[in-house]
C-alpha cells in the first residue's frame, strides 16, 4: 500500500512538473517567435539607412546583407559580395561607422542620439576620409557626433564641427 501510494504521488509530481516544462516552453517559443518578428522589422529600415550612407562612400553599386541580429553580413559593390570577415580593416572600420550612424538615425527621428566614436579611421585611405567626412556631414545636422581623436586632421572634411582640443 505505501508504495503504491509512493507511486501515485511520484505519478502526480511527474505530471506536474511536464505541464510546467510544457507552458515553460510554449512560452519561450512564442517569446522568441515575437521577438524574430520584431527584429525582421528593424532589419529592413537598418540596411536601407546602411545603404544609403555607405553609398557615400563606397558608391552607387554599394549593398550589405544584414541578419536578423542586425549584423552585417556581406557587402557587395559592383556585383561582387564580399563576406563581412574578409573585408579589410579600413572597409570594416568605415561599415562599422556607417552602421552606428544608421542605428542613431533610426532610433529617434525626433530626438537626436549621441554617437561617440574614439580615434577611429585610422586604417582609412586620404580619398576614403574625405567620402567619410560627407558621412559625418550627411547625418551631423540630425543628432550631435561626437569624435574623441589625436589625429583631428583625419576629420578635416567634416563641415561645421566644433573642435575643443584637451590640455594634457
Do not use: W
Amino acid at each position: 500500500d505505501e508504495a503504491e501510494t509512493e507511486r501515485e504521488h511520484s505519478l502526480d509530481e511527474y505530471a506536474r512538473v511536464q505541464r510546467r516544462a510544457r507552458a515553460a516552453d510554449l512560452l519561450r517559443s512564442v517569446i522568441t517567435r515575437h521577438r524574430e518578428a520584431t527584429r525582421l522589422r528593424y532589419v529592413e529600415p537598418f540596411r536601407r539607412e546602411v545603404e544609403r550612407l555607405g553609398r557615400i562612400v563606397f558608391g552607387e553599386s554599394f549593398e550589405v546583407e544584414v541578419d536578423s541580429a542586425l549584423r552585417i553580413c556581406s557587402r557587395t559593390l559592383g556585383g561582387r559580395t564580399v563576406p563581412y570577415d574578409s573585408l579589410s580593416g579600413g572597409a570594416k572600420e568605415q561599415l562599422g561607422i556607417v552602421a552606428r550612424l544608421a542605428s542613431a538615425a533610426l532610433v529617434a527621428k525626433e530626438d537626436s542620439v549621441p554617437v561617440v566614436i574614439d580615434d577611429a579611421l585610422g586604417f582609412t585611405d586620404p580619398d576614403r576620409l574625405v567620402k567619410m567626412g560627407s558621412v559625418f556631414n550627411a547625418v551631423g545636422g540630425d543628432g550631435q557626433v561626437i569624435v574623441l581623436t589625436c589625429s583631428p586632421q583625419r576629420y578635416a572634411a567634416v563641415q561645421d564641427s566644433h573642435h575643443i582640443e584637451l590640455a594634457s
